[in-house]
Antibody
Framework: QVQLVESGGGVVQPGRSLRLSCVAS????????MHWVRQAPGKGLEWVAF????????DYADSVKGRFTISRDNSKNTLYLQMKSLTAEDTAMYYC??????????????????WGQGTTVTVSS | QSVLTQPPSVSGTPGQRVTISCSGS????????VFWYQQLPGTAPKLLMY???QRPSGVPDRFSGSKSGTSASLAISGLRSEDEADYYC???????????FGGGTKLTVL
Protein backbone atom coordinates (compact mmCIF):
# COMPACT_ATOMS: atom_id res chain seq x y z
CA GLN A 1 0.00 0.00 0.00
CA VAL A 2 0.98 3.63 -0.37
CA GLN A 3 3.18 4.46 2.58
CA LEU A 4 5.70 6.94 3.94
CA VAL A 5 7.92 6.01 6.86
CA GLU A 6 10.06 8.62 8.60
CA SER A 7 13.10 7.92 10.72
CA GLY A 8 16.13 9.67 12.15
CA GLY A 9 14.53 11.64 14.94
CA GLY A 10 15.88 11.73 18.46
CA VAL A 11 17.25 13.93 21.21
CA VAL A 12 19.98 16.33 20.11
CA GLN A 13 21.80 19.17 21.84
CA PRO A 14 21.28 22.77 20.74
CA GLY A 15 23.57 23.73 17.90
CA ARG A 16 23.99 20.18 16.67
CA SER A 17 22.76 18.57 13.46
CA LEU A 18 20.38 15.77 12.57
CA ARG A 19 19.23 14.14 9.33
CA LEU A 20 15.72 12.81 8.88
CA SER A 21 14.74 10.25 6.27
CA CYS A 22 11.41 9.35 4.73
CA VAL A 23 11.14 6.12 2.77
CA ALA A 24 8.30 5.85 0.28
CA SER A 25 6.63 2.68 -0.95
CA UNK A 26 3.58 1.67 -2.96
CA UNK A 27 3.83 4.47 -5.51
CA UNK A 28 6.29 5.93 -8.02
CA UNK A 29 8.18 8.22 -5.66
CA UNK A 30 10.11 9.95 -8.44
CA UNK A 31 6.86 11.37 -9.86
CA UNK A 32 5.81 13.29 -6.77
CA UNK A 33 6.71 16.60 -5.19
CA MET A 34 7.29 16.11 -1.47
CA HIS A 35 6.96 18.25 1.66
CA TRP A 36 8.21 18.27 5.22
CA VAL A 37 5.75 19.57 7.80
CA ARG A 38 6.37 19.80 11.54
CA GLN A 39 4.26 20.10 14.66
CA ALA A 40 5.66 21.34 17.95
CA PRO A 41 4.27 19.62 21.06
CA GLY A 42 0.68 20.75 21.62
CA LYS A 43 0.88 23.18 18.71
CA GLY A 44 -0.35 23.43 15.15
CA LEU A 45 1.12 22.41 11.84
CA GLU A 46 4.00 24.31 10.27
CA TRP A 47 5.17 23.80 6.70
CA VAL A 48 8.94 23.37 6.59
CA ALA A 49 10.07 22.71 3.01
CA PHE A 50 9.22 21.24 -0.37
CA UNK A 51 11.20 19.61 -3.14
CA UNK A 52 10.05 19.03 -6.69
CA UNK A 53 9.73 15.51 -8.04
CA UNK A 54 13.11 15.69 -9.78
CA UNK A 55 14.85 17.65 -7.03
CA UNK A 56 15.39 20.71 -9.20
CA UNK A 57 13.24 23.05 -7.13
CA UNK A 58 13.22 23.56 -3.38
CA ASP A 59 11.96 26.14 -0.96
CA TYR A 60 11.88 26.59 2.79
CA ALA A 61 9.95 28.32 5.51
CA ASP A 62 11.71 31.44 6.75
CA SER A 63 12.11 29.82 10.18
CA VAL A 64 14.46 27.16 8.77
CA LYS A 65 15.97 28.81 5.71
CA GLY A 66 19.75 28.60 5.76
CA ARG A 67 19.74 25.86 8.40
CA PHE A 68 17.71 23.03 6.85
CA THR A 69 18.29 21.32 3.51
CA ILE A 70 15.73 19.14 1.78
CA SER A 71 16.91 16.54 -0.72
CA ARG A 72 15.83 13.29 -2.29
CA ASP A 73 17.29 10.16 -3.79
CA ASN A 74 14.77 8.82 -6.27
CA SER A 75 16.81 5.66 -6.80
CA LYS A 76 16.27 4.86 -3.12
CA ASN A 77 12.71 6.20 -2.87
CA THR A 78 13.90 8.36 -0.02
CA LEU A 79 13.35 11.96 1.03
CA TYR A 80 15.75 13.68 3.45
CA LEU A 81 15.82 16.68 5.72
CA GLN A 82 19.26 17.75 6.89
CA MET A 83 18.92 20.01 9.90
CA LYS A 84 21.78 22.01 11.41
CA SER A 85 22.19 24.67 14.11
CA LEU A 86 19.19 23.22 15.88
CA THR A 87 17.45 25.19 18.61
CA ALA A 88 14.73 24.38 21.11
CA GLU A 89 12.23 25.96 18.69
CA ASP A 90 12.91 23.09 16.28
CA THR A 91 11.56 20.54 18.76
CA ALA A 92 8.63 18.92 16.98
CA MET A 93 7.15 15.91 15.27
CA TYR A 94 8.36 15.98 11.68
CA TYR A 95 6.12 14.57 8.96
CA CYS A 96 6.89 13.95 5.33
CA UNK A 97 3.93 14.30 3.00
CA UNK A 98 3.23 13.67 -0.66
CA UNK A 99 1.57 16.05 -3.09
CA UNK A 100 -1.74 14.61 -4.22
CA UNK A 101 -0.94 14.83 -7.94
CA UNK A 102 2.02 13.45 -9.87
CA UNK A 103 4.35 15.34 -12.18
CA UNK A 104 3.46 18.87 -11.10
CA UNK A 105 5.90 21.53 -10.00
CA UNK A 106 3.53 24.19 -8.66
CA UNK A 107 2.27 22.85 -5.37
CA UNK A 108 -0.17 25.59 -4.43
CA UNK A 109 -3.04 23.98 -6.29
CA UNK A 110 -2.61 20.59 -4.69
CA UNK A 111 -2.97 19.12 -1.24
CA UNK A 112 -0.89 16.65 0.74
CA UNK A 113 -2.66 13.35 0.47
CA UNK A 114 -0.24 10.85 2.00
CA TRP A 115 1.53 11.47 5.30
CA GLY A 116 4.02 9.47 7.27
CA GLN A 117 3.54 8.65 10.93
CA GLY A 118 6.14 11.24 11.90
CA THR A 119 9.48 11.21 13.67
CA THR A 120 10.12 13.17 16.85
CA VAL A 121 12.99 15.63 17.18
CA THR A 122 13.80 16.98 20.62
CA VAL A 123 16.43 19.68 20.96
CA SER A 124 17.60 19.85 24.53
CA SER A 125 20.80 20.08 26.52
CA GLN B 1 0.54 33.66 15.82
CA SER B 2 -0.61 31.80 12.71
CA VAL B 3 -1.02 33.55 9.37
CA LEU B 4 -4.47 31.97 9.01
CA THR B 5 -6.85 32.51 11.92
CA GLN B 6 -9.14 29.78 13.22
CA PRO B 7 -11.19 29.57 16.40
CA PRO B 8 -9.33 27.45 18.97
CA SER B 9 -12.36 25.28 19.62
CA VAL B 10 -15.88 24.47 18.53
CA SER B 11 -18.33 21.96 19.89
CA GLY B 12 -21.60 20.34 19.02
CA THR B 13 -23.86 17.46 19.85
CA PRO B 14 -24.33 14.37 17.69
CA GLY B 15 -26.40 15.14 14.62
CA GLN B 16 -25.75 18.86 14.79
CA ARG B 17 -24.06 21.01 12.17
CA VAL B 18 -20.94 22.96 13.03
CA THR B 19 -18.75 25.29 11.05
CA ILE B 20 -15.10 26.16 11.42
CA SER B 21 -13.90 29.45 10.03
CA CYS B 22 -10.51 30.32 8.58
CA SER B 23 -9.55 33.94 8.06
CA GLY B 24 -6.63 35.03 5.92
CA SER B 25 -5.64 37.84 3.61
CA UNK B 26 -5.23 38.84 -0.01
CA UNK B 27 -1.82 37.17 -0.16
CA UNK B 28 -3.17 33.75 0.74
CA UNK B 29 -6.86 32.79 0.82
CA UNK B 30 -8.08 35.44 -1.61
CA UNK B 31 -5.54 34.51 -4.26
CA UNK B 32 -5.35 30.73 -4.00
CA UNK B 33 -7.09 27.54 -3.00
CA VAL B 34 -7.85 26.54 0.57
CA PHE B 35 -7.28 23.05 1.91
CA TRP B 36 -8.50 21.43 5.12
CA TYR B 37 -6.83 18.71 7.16
CA GLN B 38 -8.26 16.55 9.93
CA GLN B 39 -5.96 15.28 12.65
CA LEU B 40 -7.40 12.62 14.91
CA PRO B 41 -5.74 12.31 18.33
CA GLY B 42 -2.27 10.81 18.10
CA THR B 43 -2.29 10.45 14.33
CA ALA B 44 -0.91 12.21 11.28
CA PRO B 45 -3.04 14.78 9.49
CA LYS B 46 -5.40 13.64 6.75
CA LEU B 47 -6.45 15.64 3.71
CA LEU B 48 -10.13 16.42 4.21
CA MET B 49 -10.90 19.05 1.59
CA TYR B 50 -8.93 20.34 -1.39
CA UNK B 51 -9.34 23.30 -3.73
CA UNK B 52 -11.82 25.00 -1.41
CA UNK B 53 -14.71 22.59 -1.70
CA GLN B 54 -13.56 19.27 -3.16
CA ARG B 55 -13.67 16.10 -1.12
CA PRO B 56 -11.05 13.38 -1.61
CA SER B 57 -12.35 9.91 -2.21
CA GLY B 58 -13.61 8.39 1.02
CA VAL B 59 -14.47 11.64 2.79
CA PRO B 60 -18.19 11.63 3.65
CA ASP B 61 -20.41 14.27 2.08
CA ARG B 62 -21.23 15.45 5.61
CA PHE B 63 -18.08 17.54 5.18
CA SER B 64 -18.25 20.59 2.94
CA GLY B 65 -15.99 23.53 2.27
CA SER B 66 -16.43 27.04 0.96
CA LYS B 67 -14.43 30.18 0.34
CA SER B 68 -15.33 33.81 -0.03
CA GLY B 69 -12.83 36.61 -0.33
CA THR B 70 -10.22 36.26 2.38
CA SER B 71 -12.13 33.69 4.42
CA ALA B 72 -12.99 30.04 4.17
CA SER B 73 -15.05 27.67 6.19
CA LEU B 74 -15.51 23.98 6.80
CA ALA B 75 -18.94 22.68 7.65
CA ILE B 76 -19.67 19.34 9.24
CA SER B 77 -23.26 18.20 9.30
CA GLY B 78 -24.74 15.19 11.07
CA LEU B 79 -21.98 15.40 13.66
CA ARG B 80 -20.62 12.07 14.86
CA SER B 81 -18.37 11.17 17.77
CA GLU B 82 -15.62 10.06 15.37
CA ASP B 83 -15.43 13.61 14.01
CA GLU B 84 -13.78 14.69 17.24
CA ALA B 85 -10.39 15.92 16.05
CA ASP B 86 -8.26 18.95 15.28
CA TYR B 87 -8.98 20.67 11.99
CA TYR B 88 -6.51 22.84 10.11
CA CYS B 89 -6.99 25.12 7.15
CA UNK B 90 -4.06 25.71 4.81
CA UNK B 91 -3.18 27.78 1.78
CA UNK B 92 -0.19 29.04 -0.12
CA UNK B 93 0.96 32.53 0.68
CA UNK B 94 2.37 34.68 -2.10
CA UNK B 95 4.39 36.89 0.21
CA UNK B 96 5.89 34.00 2.18
CA UNK B 97 6.44 31.76 -0.85
CA UNK B 98 5.15 28.66 0.87
CA UNK B 99 2.31 27.04 2.70
CA UNK B 100 0.67 28.55 5.75
CA PHE B 101 -1.61 26.76 8.17
CA GLY B 102 -4.24 27.98 10.54
CA GLY B 103 -3.65 27.46 14.24
CA GLY B 104 -6.09 24.58 14.30
CA THR B 105 -9.57 24.12 15.75
CA LYS B 106 -10.36 21.42 18.24
CA LEU B 107 -13.80 19.95 17.60
CA THR B 108 -15.47 18.41 20.62
CA VAL B 109 -18.56 16.26 20.19
CA LEU B 110 -20.55 16.61 23.40
Amino acid sequence: QVQLVESGGGVVQPGRSLRLSCVASGFTFSNYLMHWVRQAPGKGLEWVAFISYDGSEKDYADSVKGRFTISRDNSKNTLYLQMKSLTAEDTAMYYCARLDTAMVTSFCNYGMDVWGQGTTVTVSS
Amino acid sequence: QSVLTQPPSVSGTPGQRVTISCSGSSSNIRSTYVFWYQQLPGTAPKLLMYRNDQRPSGVPDRFSGSKSGTSASLAISGLRSEDEADYYCAACDDSLSGWVFGGGTKLTVL
